[in-house]
Antibody
Framework: QVQLVESGGGVVQPGRSLRLSCEASGFTFNNFGMHWVRQAPGKGLEWVAA????????HYTDSVRGRFTISRDSSKNMLYLKMNSLRAEDTAVYYC????????????????WGQGTSVTVSS | QSVLTQPPSVSAAPGQKVTISCSGN????????VSWYQQLPGTAPKLLIYENNKRPSGIPDRVSGSKSGTSATLGITGLQTGDEADYYCGTWDRSLNAEVFGGGTKLTVL
């Protein structure tokens, strides 16, 4: 079945780095745009980043641009989020999600979500 | 402060109908499709409505979506206690080049 499984979360000190992974299965990974969305404790959803193809234009929310990098390896059906210079305000559950747009480079919404991986930034 | 504006909470009795509004501008709702998501406590969000008014398979027809100008609305009829959840609207903002969400609406079925 169509599935996304995140991993790589944990507790990390401020200023350190972490890489999240998302393994996709049950669909042709290369045919879909992908997102990272996060949710801080007790807060709402916050979109983090999105991409279609490796080498194409990546999109980021302002608060992570320059610190986070979204990437994918279509040969492994994997999506990644490399997070550098982590801050306390990056503490959240991070979800990867599939975009439902049939048109490359367009984003229509998220039809498949992973279960999330928790990131805590604390000294 | 979210780019899209939703009421923080709504409530209604079992069997009744509720609507949740989502307000944006010409760069987001006014020019792109709106999606709605349901998040039950402790779980990942789930797509309820896409392309303004379409339901994924498995979503009952008592759930509906609409869009007019720079606003969108989610409707749920025949409310059940299992509908108690947080609901979020979302769309792409072409000025920000970013996906934007509403702040979320907590639905209570009294």
């Amino acid at each position: 079945q169509v599935q996304l499984v995140e991993s790589g979360g944990g507790v990390v000190q401020p200023g350190r780095s972490l890489r999240l992974s998302c393994e996709a299965s049950g669909f042709t990974f290369n045919n879909f745009g992908m997102h990272w969305v996060r949710q801080a404790p007790g807060k709402g959803l916050e979109w983090v980043a999105a991409m279609w193809y490796e080498g194409g234009k990546n999109h980021y929310t302002d608060s992570v641009r320059g610190r986070f990098t979204i990437s994918r390896d279509s040969s492994k059906n994997m999506l990644y989020l490399k997070m550098n210079s982590l801050r306390a305000e990056d503490t959240a559950v991070y979800y990867c999600a599939r975009d439902l747009s049939p048109h490359p480079y367009y984003f229509y919404g998220m039809d498949v979500w992973g279960q999330g991986t928790s990131v805590t930034v604390s000294s | 402060q979210s780019v899209l504006t939703q009421p923080p909470s709504v409530s209604a009795a079992p069997g009744q109908k509720v609507t949740i509004s989502c307000s944006g501008n010409s760069s987001n709702i006014g020019s792109n499709y709106v999606s709605w998501y349901q998040q039950l406590p402790g779980t990942a969000p789930k797509l309820l409505i896409y392309e303004n008014n379409k339901r994924p398979s498995g979503i009952p027809d008592r759930v509906s979506g609409s869009k007019s100008g720079t606003s969108a609305t989610l409707g749920i009829t025949g409310l059940q206690t299992g509908d108690e959840a947080d609901y979020y609207c979302g769309t792409w903002d072409r000025s920000l080049n970013a996906e934007v969400f509403g702040g979320g609406t907590k639905l209570t079925v009294l």
